[in-house]
């Protein structure tokens, strides 16, 4: 889970890591009042949307004024997609430098690893390889005053810098580490009058360790229907084709989104219904399917421990509920199959043993809807 | 023998009163696996199918030795029962419970490394040798014994192709799973390279998918592989930027895209299928 951005700066700034002052607003009046007090400020868009700035999601203001008007146009806007609902107002940097400083986890490595650059300000993807340092860190270990130094030296810097720069990487640590991240990243770190401080801030959490955060607000900025399919305990991507698709396993569910595209079909999402889902849950998350309306539906099951009958009893009972206006095309073999392909064919519901077959007739079903 | 285990490995179950911890013996016992004990605190003196449950791993390792455990407890607690198999000794701990934090993976992985053990998962269905032992939540049926290794990231699309494999008369010598997360324990270069050394294994298959770096590490490994490769990757239609299911399946700053993977895969003379179904033609041409 990304944390905003005004989110992830309280918390570095609770973890005394130096961030400019600032204050969250949430119409131009507060942004006004805000100006007021700080002086020139930045206005920055509080989107999860990466390149904010070059969307047009950062204005500056050197007057109350001025800073109303930029927080009017800004509110209200879409960056990317995503509605500006609130803005960060903050003092306007006086940056000498931008440096990089980011904690990730590298999954080859199998360890977290700090990256540092004095490229700063610019994607870390498109700063040559040789223009940064990293350090493996062992998690039985942590990340130690020592390797902090080698990277600070590596980057070069020198004295106050150099001291600033081992605190701030240690800190960001601490934070990367007591908040169960998967990103801590600062970018630009800035000098700003011969000193470091975080210019902007991530943080994103592990989302399988928020049990532990109770404290995090959650931001949840799925749809209405991923929110709905995802309480169900399903897992669910919305995405832009008309051929709604079911199947249990992530592999398998995206294998037939990739087998739907190479005949000529586009599916409309990505649904997960799992290993081992009832039938209660697969029927609530097909209807909800049906609701979008899409020109066909897709369902692949390989049924291990997913059981046929399971989802024969699941399709059963939509149908009698509300009736299949929308083509459902089955794909269905595995554990209890001769039961599930009797109980289907008793309420007219028809099935394919070959993935294939049954890719084809969606792809055909969706052409001729 | 086979990799990991055989018709004699020994396997205990943690969270084994567990809906899932008990089905899932059930299905182990019903396919020939040695089950000897299962773990539950506070459930210690009791049985589940005859097999019985003790309160802690020690106990359980006193009475029973157990060469293999199963982990088929909740994600909030799966790594400190990790942490107890690691601590008594064992040496193969198979991690089937999903959406383990990732920071306790990264730990377990480096703690299994200094106590000489293997951790299978977090997020896998686990391991099978067919028709001697499996350690996992596999179907039970679909498996034939043959000479066709079989690793995989994604429990359902190895099913898949491992039916299809047996229906195409290719039996297997060992189908792992190595998880769906981003961090896992055994890596698809760890369980080649053990394919490499199985005399058992004359071809192997491997199912990957968009995420991470995996296949191509394992690509790195495939050039000098004696043994030919087949590979199917899912996630070809996938989007950037959107988690796919598992922990592992997301395209993040312009890596683990399908094109890169497959790419490395053909460099090195790794057969692609497109097409699940198409897996064992290939394994046809390369045996």
């Keep these: 889970m990304k944390l905003y ?47 904010r700035g070059k969307a047009g999601g950062i ?34 940097l006086n ?75 240690l800190k960001l640590y601490q934070i990367f580490y007591a908040y ?17 401080m975080a210019a902007d801030a991530r943080l994103n959490i592990d989302d399988d360790a928020l049990f532990r955060h109770p404290d995090i607000e959650i931001v949840d900025e799925g749809s209405e229907l991923e929110k709905a399919i995802k309480a169900l305990g399903l897992s669910y991507v919305q995405l832009e084709g008309n051929i709604a698709v079911m199947a249990n396993g992530a592999g398998i569910t995206m294998a037939t989104m990739d087998t739907l595209q190479k005949f000529g079909g586009r599916a409309a999402n990505f649904l997960d219904v799992g290993g081992g889902a009832g039938n209660e849950p697969m029927a609530k998350a097909l209807e909800l399917l049906l609701d979008t309306n899409p020109k066909a539906v897709l369902i692949n099951i390989f049924g291990g421990i997913t059981r046929c009958d399971e989802v024969a009893r699941a399709l059963i009972q939509v149908k009698e509920k509300r009736g299949l206006k929308i083509p459902l095309i089955l794909r269905l073999v595995g554990t209890n199959e001769e039961e599930a392909y009797n109980a289907l064919k008793a309420h007219g519901i028809s099935a394919f043993r070959n993935m294939q077959e049954a890719v084809t007739a969606a792809v055909t079903a969706a052409q001729n809807a | 023998m086979s990799l990991f285990i055989d018709r004699d490995t020994k396997v205990l179950i943690q969270g084994i009163t567990g809906n899932q911890g008990a089905f899932h013996t059930q299905q182990m016992l019903a396919y020939g696996t040695k089950v000897v004990a299962g773990v539950t605190p506070g459930r210690g003196g009791r049985e589940v199918l005859g097999v019985p449950v003790y309160d802690t791993v020690k106990l359980a390792i006193e009475k029973h030795d157990p060469d ?58 686990g391991i099978i040798a067919p028709s001697r032992c499996k350690i996992g939540i596999m179907p039970n049926p679909i498996y034939r014994p043959g000479p066709v290794g079989l690793v995989a990231r994604s429990g359902t ?30 890596t698809f270069v760890e369980a080649l390279e053990l394919f490499t050394r199985d005399p058992e294994t004359e071809a192997v298959v491997l199912v990957g998918e968009i995420g991470g770096t995996a296949e191509e590490e394992a690509a790195a490994y495939i050039k000098t592989m004696p043994k030919p490769v087949v590979a199917y990757l899912a996630g070809s239609s996938a989007p950037p930027g959107k988690r796919m299911g598992h922990a592992g399946a997301i395209i993040e700053r312009g890596r683990g895209t399908y094109e890169a993977k497959v790419k490395a895969l053909e460099e090195v003379g790794a057969k692609i299928a497109a097409f699940p179904w198409e897996v064992p033609g290939l394994v046809r041409e390369v045996l």
């Design chain 1, 95 to 169: 940056i000498q430098d931008e440096l990089y400083l980011g904690i990730t986890v590298d999954s080859g490595a199998r360890r977290a690893i700090v990256l540092a650059s004095r490229q700063g300000g610019i994607n870390i993807e498109e700063v040559p390889e040789e223009a940064i340092v990293s350090h493996l860190i062992d998690p039985l270990i942590g990340l130690k005053r020592y390797a902090a130094l080698d990277l600070g030296l590596k980057l070069g810097l020198k004295e106050g810098l150099l001291k600033e720069f081992i605190d701030l990487t």
């Design chain 1, 180 to 196: 169960d991240a998967e990103l801590a990243e600062i970018n630009p770190l800035a000098v700003v009058d011969g000193h470091l």
């Design chain 2, 68 to 125: 293999a455990t199963a982990i088929f407890v909740p994600a909030a607690f799966a790594y400190e029962a990790a942490l107890e198999a690691l601590e008594a000794g064992i040496k193969l701990i198979v991690i089937i419970s999903e959406h383990l934090p990732l920071h306790d993976t990264l730990k377990l992985v480096a703690l299994a490394k200094v106590k000489g053990a293997t951790i299978i998962g977090p997020n896998t269905f």
């Design chain 2, 157 to 186: 699309l190895s099913y898949e192709v491992a039916a299809s494999l047996s229906e195409a008369g290719l039996g297997q010598s060992t189908v792992i799973g190595i998880g769906g997360d981003r961090v896992v324990g055994l």
């Design chain 1, 59 to 92: 204005a500056f203001a050197s007057t109350p004024k001025e800073a109303e008007a930029a927080a009017a146009k800004l509110l209200g806007s879409n960056i990317r997609g995503y509605p500006v609902t609130k803005v960060l107002v903050e003092e306007k």
């Design chain 1, 5 to 51: 951005e005004h989110l992830a700066k309280e918390i570095f700034s609770r973890n005394d890591i130096p961030t400019p002052k600032g204050r969250l607003c949430r119409n131009p009046e507060e942004a006004a009042l805000a100006a007021q007090e700080i002086g020139p400020v930045a206005i920055k868009a509080q989107v999860l949307a990466g390149g």
